[in-house]
Each structure stands twice: as C-alpha cells, then as structure tokens.
C-alpha cells in the first residue's frame, strides 16, 4: 500500500508481525494534523525504531483454568469473569463473581480456581451421582477447601446443605480437606465493595506514600479517610495508599465500614505496637 504524500492530514497505523519485514501500514484515517512518513522522510516509523520500554506496559492474566466450558451460549445468562491472582476465573453467576472477590481478599488463601473437576458420590438412595464444585481454594498452610456456591433461597428449598454434607463425607483427602457453601447472605454488598477496591489496589505500589499515611494515623489515633487524605497531601494517591494498607491489614475500618471518604480508620493493634516500638 503506497503511503500519502507528505502533508497529508491522516495519521498512519501500522500492523506489527512476528516477521519484522512485514511491517506494513494497513488503513488511514482523518485524525489531527502532521506530516506521514514518506521515502523522503528517513525518519519513518517502523519496527526497527520504536522506542523500547524496560517493562511491558500490559501484563495479560493467565488463562483459566475452568474444568468445563462456564461460557456457553445461553440467553439472558449472566457469565461474568474477574482476575484473581494473576489469573482469569470464569463465574456462572454475579453471586459466584462476588464470592470470588470476597474470598481472594483472605490473606490465607494463596490459589483459587473455578469449576476443578467433578467428583463422584453416592446418595441416600445409592445412586452414583457427580458434583461439581465452584471453586477450590488453596489455603498457606497447604490445605483446600471446596466450595459451592448458592442462592439461601435455593440452598433451603433443595436442602443443599444435607447434600453437601454426604459429599463432603465421600470427598477425597486428595481433592479437598474440607467443603464450605457460601451463599448470598454470606456476600453483603458493601463486603463486595471493599473486595473490589481491594483488588485494584494490588496495581499500585508506593512505599513511601504508605509511610506517609502511617504516620498520620499515629498522630491522630483515628480519623475518616477523607481528613486523612486532606492531611497527607496526597488527594487521591493518598486513597489509594489507605486501601493498600488495609487490605494489607495495617490499617483497620472501624465498624467494618464500607469503604469511602466518611469511613473512620485507625491503624491495626499489631500496627500501632510497631509504631510505640
């Protein structure tokens, strides 16, 4: 494809192949204003003089590892997925997606995946039956936890619970030490909330301005985050260093608050020792 002339208002984008020769500019469109690079301009843009960058700039998560398609068509079905560990974990359900992020903030539970393989029990009546968990959670200490996830109404009317309770008997030590249900009840929305803000302050890093936040906790022995954040200076890199530290646990919501400005905070016992130290 030739390239036009030099002065054209179009900004050229060029498509990048695994063979560096295969550069090529693929379509144009009007966008802003500015020269395109032309054989009488040596300093067109190609692989060879991009600019290179220490570290990659997106860091793609890896892939699931559902044993069963969650995915599949179906209309009016909810599928939603978040990343949990650097990894993708699909959901069938907003209740399994919420559960997913409350669980991943538990400083104990070090893997979780989604839909692990089925296990084979036995009724009451002495019907082979498969189950399917919703997820297994690996625990620091090297244990896992199997875990159905369901709706109280559903759990109640199915008498899950007793079923659950035959699994767990037959479950292989080798597959889980333990079952758990969770249900809707057991996800209140400000929880879920707080799980989210916990999540994406696991993007950013700043020691310093954690220090910082620290110190103005010792000072003030407690205070909401808003009058923290006004203190430091900060504005919203403050927020984001007050939730690093409390889903790190140093630093502590009175009342198992929802998160936000008006939430009053203090630093945790253990925090609060450090510093008298």
């Known amino acids: 494809m030739d390239l036009p002339n030099s002065g054209s208002c179009r900004t050229q984008f060029l498509v990048y192949t695994c063979a560096r020769d295969k550069a090529q500019a693929v ?3 009007n966008w802003g204003r500015g020269s395109v690079p032309t054989e009488e ?5 190609t692989i060879e003089n991009l600019p290179s960058s220490p570290t990659p700039m997106i860091y793609l998560p890896g ?7 969650v995915h599949s ?13 650097n990894r993708e974990v699909m959901c069938e359900s907003g209740t399994e997606r919420d559960a997913a992020l409350i669980i991943a903030t538990d400083p104990d539970v070090i893997d979780l995946r989604e839909q692990p393989p089925a296990v084979t029990w036995i009724d009451a ?16 200490s090297g244990k896992k936890v199997a875990i159905a996830v369901k709706p109280m109404e559903v759990a109640k009317r199915t008498r899950f619970l007793e079923t ?3 699994i767990a008997q037959q479950l292989p030590r080798s597959f889980a030490d333990g079952v758990k249900l969770v249900t809707d009840e057991d996800l209140p929305q400000d929880h879920v909330h707080n799980a989210v803000l916990f999540k994406q302050s696991l993007r950013t890093s700043n020691p310093a301005h954690d220090e910082l936040i620290k110190r103005l906790l010792a000072e003030h022995k407690y205070a909401t985050i808003g009058q923290i954040v006004e203190a430091s200076g900060l504005e919203g890199q403050a927020f984001q260093a007050i939730i690093r530290l409390i889903a790190a646990g140093v630093v502590r919501v009175i009342d198992n608050a929802r998160i936000g400005y008006l939430a009053r905070i203090e630093l945790s016992i253990s925090s609060s020792n450090e510093e008298v130290a």
């Open 41 to 45: 301009n040596p300093n067109m843009l």
């Open 164 to 166: 659950l309770g035959l």
């Open 73 to 85: 068509k179906s209309r009016g079905a909810c599928r939603p997925s978040v990343v949990i560990h």
């Open 63 to 69: 892939e699931s590892r559902s044993s069963r398609n």
């Open 125 to 140: 009546e002495g019907t082979l039956r498969r189950h399917t968990f919703d997820f297994l959670a690996t625990l620091r």
């Open 27 to 29: 379509f144009t469109r």
